[in-house]
């Protein structure tokens, strides 16, 4: 599928690029460029927000007559906006890929485009608990402690929360214990959030000691943060099989309906959809996400390169 998907992203740069070369030659002969104009709007990922305000203000600057429209919220929650709530996107920015092809394919776009990849970590503060104390062997033993007091993502909402869980799962292998990922779903549930980005503030403030995030998510809001071990933090393809063994049942595409997620290596998907086929602005905004200056912007966010 990667493999798969790949080759489709580059069938799209080099169908745009030509499109655009052939606009230019048509043009050539107006003494103006080809101005791109008009409104985009974006629905993505929270932890999409960073990288995708910089894009927007670079293209924005290359393109002074357009305006890129960004709605961020949990990918779940963005799918069930097109597809429940049928409100008006251009394109979908997903922190998981497979959510566009498990919910928007083929009946809302025919393309998914992978462009990012990330990891789960564990951020904290100065402030926080046993700051002094915890790494990637203890972590498991000091947030089960009572006066500790860690957040997340709602698995129903948002990708970051189900591949917490799924971490969890992978940590009882990886440690040998049995009970990990059954603590901590009884532990600290008030502190269960729509989405990572949610949990930003509560740290800030000391609310929490501990969150579960992407790991450019830490990097943005200047978070100290535990790296998990390779082999339970989805960030490595070499560990595919064991990712595998994880998996979770959250809400689908209709009430009542559930999509089962099984752990992989953390890759984001970027879609135009089928209403936005005549937006030419929209296309060149996802020709420019997933150019090399694109892409620069996007890793020096915290993200991996796919």
């Known amino acids: 599928m990667r493999l798969k998907l790949s080759f489709l992203s580059l069938i799209f740069i080099v169908f745009f690029s030509c499109n655009n070369s052939k606009t230019q030659k048509t043009n050539s002969t107006?003494?103006?460029?080809?101005?791109?104009?008009?409104?985009?709007?974006i629905f993505h990922a929270g932890s999409m927000s960073f990288p995708?305000?910089?894009?927007?203000?670079?293209?924005?600057?290359?393109?002074?007559?357009?305006?890129?429209?960004?709605?961020?919220?949990?990918?779940?929650?963005?799918?069930?906006k097109i597809t429940d709530l049928k409100k008006?996107?251009?394109?979908?920015?997903?922190?998981?890929y497979k959510i566009i092809d498990n919910m928007l394919i083929p009946e809302y776009t025919d393309s998914n485009f992978i462009f990012a990849s990330n990891e789960i970590i564990i951020?904290?503060?100065?402030?926080?608990?046993f700051?002094?104390?915890?790494?990637?062997?203890?972590?498991?033993?000091?947030?089960?402690?009572?006066?500790?007091?860690?957040?997340?993502?709602?698995?129903?909402?948002?990708?970051?929360?189900?591949?917490?869980?799924?971490?969890?799962?992978?940590?009882?292998?990886?440690?040998?214990k049995k009970d990990i990922e059954k603590n901590f779903l009884k532990k600290n549930k008030e502190f269960v959030r729509p989405k990572e980005m949610d949990l930003i503030s509560l740290i800030e403030t000391n609310s929490l000691d501990y969150i579960f995030v992407y790991k450019s998510v830490a990097i943005q809001n200047n978070?100290?943060?535990?790296?998990?071990?390779?082999?339970?933090?989805?960030?490595?393809?070499?560990?595919?099989s064991i990712y595998?063994?994880?998996?979770?049942?959250?809400?689908?595409?209709k009430p009542g309906e559930t999509i089962t997620f099984v752990g992989e290596p953390i890759i984001y998907g970027i879609t135009l959809?089928?209403?936005?086929?005549?937006?030419?602005?929209?296309k060149e905004f996802l020709k420019f996400v997933l150019s090399e200056e694109g892409k620069n912007i996007i890793s020096k966010s915290g993200f991996k390169g796919i």
């Open 123 to 129: 951020a904290f503060t100065d402030k926080s608990k």
């Open 244 to 253: 595998k063994n994880s998996s979770i049942e959250v809400s689908g595409k």
């Open 88 to 96: 008006y996107c251009d394109i979908f920015a997903s922190a998981d």
């Open 30 to 41: 107006n003494t103006d460029s080809v101005a791109i104009t008009g409104k985009v709007v």
């Open 131 to 176: 700051a002094s104390e915890i790494n990637n062997k203890n972590w498991f033993q000091i947030l089960q402690k009572p006066e500790v007091i860690f957040g997340r993502a709602e698995p129903n909402n948002d990708p970051c929360g189900y591949r917490t869980v799924m971490t969890w799962q992978l940590a009882d292998d990886f440690y040998g």
């Open 273 to 282: 959809l089928k209403q936005a086929e005549k937006n030419v602005t929209a």
């Open 223 to 240: 978070l100290r943060y535990v790296q998990l071990p390779d082999e339970i933090n989805l960030s490595n393809k070499i560990f595919s």
């Open 52 to 80: 995708l305000r910089k894009l927007k203000e670079k293209f924005e600057e290359k393109n002074p007559g357009s305006e890129i429209l960004l709605e961020g919220a949990g990918s779940l929650e963005c799918a069930r």
